[in-house]
């Protein structure tokens, strides 16, 4: 039913305009309903009507109806044009029922102010309506009839009036809510604020909803007093015609009703879309004054809300892009960061020792494991003909500060470190070159050891900890330790550094490190600390020096367990080789036996000392000379060259090596050295 009530109301605009649409709601709603009323009502009162009326009251209503339409615009079809401005212009902005997109905003403005204005017009119409059919049907009764009814007619039509022209205001603007909110949207989407237009007031609404209440009480009262009540047949066809009568009225106020319950719906939907974030913007198809005000003040609010999110949205957008643009840049600082960071912890790995070759039978093991990628930790050993310098040394600090010191602290150590210096005289030297250097008050700590090629060491402490001497023979432990002041942090210090003696015996090991190993704790508090360090030393005495080395740190992550590292952790340990006694021994055999001539017996103690302790580079000397001795010149040749690799500016070395090559014929070679 309802999709033939639309397709009748589209149809008729198709053929009449948009205007003429609200004649098919006149037509149902009210014209039939009402002409029936006023006729039903009249009956009740007088009893019998004249036959005739009814005709006559018909054709008073077909010619309403027809002039109706043309006041809508209904014959423009055949080139009747509405007599009313407004109506045209209605039917301009609209195609039938669809609103034209191409006109000005001024034409929008204007028809949205028809649209709210129609309603009243309709209901002016209304009074012509009812005064056209009653004074046809008056004028008949008196011209023709003569029934004496006419006061009856007159009530009829008085009580009509309202109710028709009520039912022309509430059809028409139930019908024509839903363009006014479409060209609101039209206005807002090309920039316009829609104007707040209104008819009526809810007061007057409620006026005219009482007006109807006692409307239904009067006829209920008149009709019960008729005379129409004292039949029976009168009395059945009052109860009809009042239950109609109520359904009618009940009608035309659930209308009223259902204008303003959809207006307030409107703004429920468009706050409850506010509370969840939604899009609340509404257009009201409300023309109450109250509710227009109403709807009007609460879609501004929503502007101010959206521009305010919008303006929040876009501040919220920029910072957004702007922390991006920030994270990228700082992403790209970060990577050129840790480049360069990766790049200095390369240098830095570069002033450690490339290689940690044996020196006289003595072997080297050196681990280093930074907190971050550079550290203030920094290990060394320098060599010299006459001995070796083993130095372990730790900045104060981390990170790249510290690093920056171990690197003018390799400088200074390499300066300082003569032949002949002790590890006490180097401390002093380098002490007052760094206290130039180091404007800071960055500091290291250091220990050293000088150990001779008679395995004699003398040793520095410059508030290090203390080195660990684990003796082969016995497994005891003896710890250095010397005065001496932190190094770079006063030049007075220079006085307080002193040295320390002590004796290397075969497969004895010193171990150095930094307070990184014996200071790190695990989740409940304690120390790594030194004794178990030295526990450590013992249990893996047995293993070589760098497995030795690998099962201490090893032990000491079990200990840390997942706390984290905080500090940087750095050890040096060194070891004469078990066999150095055995080798001294037969190296001595093979000297005197030289001195009794007995070079092919020299050589064979040579070769066994070799076996013994290969890393001695003196050894290879010797088993060089007893070959030149016996004149195998390419044996001689091939067994000095690990002396020569070590030892490239000994002057006996290179006396031997040119013998070599004269006798190999190879006199430029020999000229050359």
Same mark, same amino acid.
């Not at 022309?168 to 989407?189: M, P, Q, W």
């Not at 002033?351 to 093991?365: D, K, L, R, V, Y």
């Given at each position: 039913?309802?999709?033939?009530?639309?397709?009748?109301?589209?149809?008729?605009?198709?053929?009449?305009?948009?205007?003429?649409?609200?004649?098919?709601?006149?037509?149902?709603?009210?014209?039939?309903?009402?002409?029936?009323? !006023?006729? /039903?009502?009249?009956?009740?009162?007088?009893?019998?009507?004249?036959?005739?009326?009814?005709?006559?009251?018909?054709?008073?209503?077909?010619?309403?109806?027809?002039?109706?339409?043309?006041?809508?615009?209904?014959?423009?079809?055949?080139?009747?044009?509405?007599?009313?401005?407004?109506?045209?212009?209605?039917? @301009?902005?609209?195609?039938?029922?669809?609103?034209?997109?191409?006109?000005?905003?001024?034409?929008?403005?204007? !028809?949205?102010?028809?649209?709210?204005?129609?309603?009243?017009?309709?209901?002016?119409?209304?009074? $012509?309506?009812?005064?056209?059919?009653?004074?046809?049907?008056?004028?008949?009764?008196?011209?023709?009839?003569?029934?004496?009814?006419?006061?009856?007619?007159?009530?009829?039509?008085?009580?009509?009036?309202?109710?028709?022209?009520?039912?022309?205001?509430?059809?028409?603007?139930?019908?024509? /809510?839903? $363009?006014?909110?479409?060209?609101?949207?039209?206005?807002?989407?090309?920039? =316009?604020?829609?104007?707040?237009?209104?008819?009526?007031?809810?007061?007057?609404?409620?006026?005219?909803?009482?007006?109807?209440?006692?409307?239904?009480?009067?006829?209920?009262?008149?009709?019960?007093?008729?005379?129409?009540?004292?039949? @029976?047949?009168?009395?059945?066809?009052?109860?009809?015609?009042?239950?109609?009568?109520?359904?009618?009225?009940?009608?035309?106020?659930?209308?009223?009703?259902?204008?303003?319950?959809?207006?307030?719906?409107?703004?429920?939907? !468009?706050? #409850?879309?506010?509370?969840?974030?939604?899009?609340?913007?509404?257009?009201?198809?409300?023309?109450?004054?109250?509710?227009?005000?109403?709807?009007?003040?609460?879609?501004?609010?929503?502007?101010?809300?959206?521009?305010?999110?919008?303006?929040?949205?876009?501040?919220?957008?920029? !910072?957004?892009?702007?922390?991006?643009?920030?994270?990228?840049?700082?992403?790209?600082?970060?990577?050129?960061?840790?480049?360069?960071?990766?790049?200095?912890?390369?240098?830095?790995?570069?002033?450690?020792?490339?290689?940690?070759?044996?020196?006289?039978?003595?072997?080297?093991?050196?681990?280093?494991?930074?907190?971050?990628?550079?550290?203030?930790?920094?290990?060394?050993?320098?060599?010299?003909?006459?001995?070796?310098?083993?130095?372990?040394?730790?900045?104060?600090?981390?990170?790249?500060?510290?690093?920056?010191?171990?690197?003018?602290?390799?400088?200074?150590?390499?300066?300082?470190?003569?032949?002949?210096?002790?590890?006490?005289?180097?401390?002093?030297?380098?002490?007052?070159?760094?206290?130039?250097?180091?404007?800071?008050?960055?500091?290291?700590?250091?220990?050293?050891?000088?150990?001779?090629?008679?395995?004699?060491?003398?040793?520095?402490?410059?508030?290090?900890?203390?080195?660990?001497?684990?003796?082969?023979?016995?497994?005891?432990?003896?710890?250095? *330790?010397?005065?001496?002041?932190?190094?770079?942090?006063?030049?007075?210090?220079?006085?307080?550094?002193?040295?320390? =003696?002590?004796?290397?015996?075969?497969?004895?090991?010193?171990?150095?490190?930094? *307070?990184?190993?014996?200071?790190?704790?695990?989740?409940?508090?304690? =120390? $790594?600390?030194?004794?178990?360090?030295?526990?450590?030393?013992?249990?893996?005495?047995?293993?070589?020096?760098?497995?030795?080395?690998?099962?201490?740190?090893?032990?000491?992550?079990?200990?840390? /367990?997942?706390?984290?590292?905080?500090?940087?952790?750095?050890? #040096?340990?060194?070891?004469?080789?078990?066999?150095?006694?055995?080798?001294?021994?037969?190296?001595?055999?093979?000297?005197? #036996?030289?001195?009794?001539?007995?070079?092919? /017996?020299?050589?064979?103690? $040579?070769?066994?000392?070799?076996?013994?302790?290969?890393?001695?580079?003196?050894?290879?000397?010797?088993?060089?000379?007893?070959?030149?001795?016996?004149?195998?010149?390419?044996?001689?040749? =091939?067994?000095?060259?690990?002396?020569?690799?070590?030892?490239?500016?000994?002057?006996?070395?290179?006396?031997?090596?040119?013998?070599?090559?004269?006798?190999?014929?190879?006199?430029?070679?020999?000229?050359?050295?």
């Amino acid at each position: 039913m309802k999709t033939l009530y639309s397709k009748l109301t589209f149809l008729l605009a198709r053929l009449g305009g948009f205007s003429a649409a609200p004649g098919l709601h006149l037509l149902f709603t009210s014209v039939i309903l009402t002409a029936s009323f !006023a006729y /039903g009502y009249a009956k009740g009162t007088v009893g019998n009507l004249h036959p005739e009326i009814m005709l006559v009251l018909a054709g008073g209503v077909i010619l309403a109806l027809l002039l109706h339409l043309l006041s809508y615009g209904a014959l423009s079809a055949i080139g009747i044009p509405s007599p009313f401005r407004h109506v045209r212009r209605l039917n @301009k902005v609209f195609h039938a029922m669809t609103l034209q997109d191409n006109l000005d905003v001024a034409d929008y403005r204007q !028809a949205l102010l028809d649209l709210t204005k129609y309603p009243q017009y309709q209901a002016v119409y209304g009074v $012509f309506d009812v005064a056209l059919v009653l004074g046809i049907v008056v004028g008949y009764d008196l011209l023709f009839l003569q029934t004496g009814h006419i006061p009856h007619y007159l009530v009829a039509g008085a009580i009509s009036l309202p109710i028709h022209t009520q039912f022309c205001y509430v059809t028409a603007d139930l019908h024509l /809510g839903r $363009f006014r909110s479409e060209i609101k949207r039209l206005l807002f989407e090309r920039g =316009e604020i829609p104007p707040n237009y209104h008819s009526f007031s809810l007061k007057v609404k409620f006026f005219l909803i009482l007006v109807i209440i006692i409307l239904a009480a009067y006829i209920l009262i008149t009709l019960m007093n008729s005379e129409a009540m004292q039949t @029976k047949d009168g009395l059945r066809y009052i109860i009809t015609f009042s239950f109609f009568a109520l359904l009618l009225l009940s009608s035309l106020a659930v209308m009223y009703f259902s204008a303003i319950f959809m207006s307030i719906k409107e703004l429920q939907r !468009a706050a #409850l879309a506010l509370e969840s974030g939604g899009d609340p913007v509404f257009f009201s198809r409300a023309t109450d004054l109250e509710l227009a005000n109403l709807s009007s003040g609460f879609f501004s609010a929503v502007l101010r809300t959206k521009n305010y999110q919008q303006d929040l949205q876009e501040q919220v957008r920029q !910072a957004t892009a702007n922390l991006s643009q920030a994270n990228a840049e700082l992403r790209h600082k970060d990577a050129e960061m840790q480049m360069e960071l990766n790049f200095a912890a390369d240098i830095q790995k570069g002033i450690m020792p490339e290689t940690m070759a044996p020196w006289n039978g003595i072997s080297f093991a050196g681990c280093f494991f930074p907190m971050n990628k550079v550290s203030g930790d920094y290990y060394d050993i320098f060599r010299t003909a006459a001995a070796v310098y083993v130095l372990q040394a730790d900045v104060s600090g981390h990170g790249v500060p510290a690093a920056l010191v171990t690197m003018a602290a390799k400088q200074s150590f390499a300066a300082a470190v003569t032949p002949t210096a002790t590890p006490a005289d180097i401390f002093r030297q380098v002490n007052r070159d760094l206290c130039r250097k180091i404007t800071t008050q960055d500091y290291l700590t250091a220990f050293m050891l000088r150990i001779d090629e008679n395995n004699r060491v003398t040793y520095s402490n410059a508030s290090h900890p203390k080195a660990i001497h684990l003796h082969y023979a016995n497994r005891e432990i003896t710890l250095y *330790d010397t005065n001496g002041l932190f190094i770079g942090a006063m030049e007075d210090a220079g006085d307080s550094y002193e040295n320390g =003696e002590t004796v290397l015996k075969a497969g004895d090991r010193i171990f150095l490190y930094t *307070d990184g190993i014996i200071e790190h704790k695990n989740s409940a508090g304690e =120390e $790594f600390g030194l004794d178990r360090l030295i526990a450590l030393i013992r249990e893996t005495n047995k293993l070589s020096l760098s497995e030795s080395q690998n099962q201490i740190i090893k032990q000491l992550r079990v200990f840390m /367990g997942n706390e984290p590292v905080r500090d940087d952790i750095s050890m #040096l340990c060194l070891e004469l080789n078990p066999r150095w006694n055995e080798f001294a021994a037969l190296f001595a055999e093979g000297k005197q #036996l030289m001195k009794q001539n007995n070079t092919h /017996g020299a050589l064979e103690k $040579f070769i066994q000392a070799a076996k013994a302790v290969p890393e001695m580079p003196r050894i290879h000397y010797a088993i060089s000379r007893a070959y030149f001795k016996l004149r195998e010149f390419e044996k001689a040749e =091939e067994a000095l060259l690990p002396f020569e690799k070590i030892f490239q500016n000994d002057i006996r070395g290179m006396q031997l090596k040119a013998g070599i090559l004269i006798s190999l014929g190879r006199n430029h070679e020999a000229k050359t050295l």
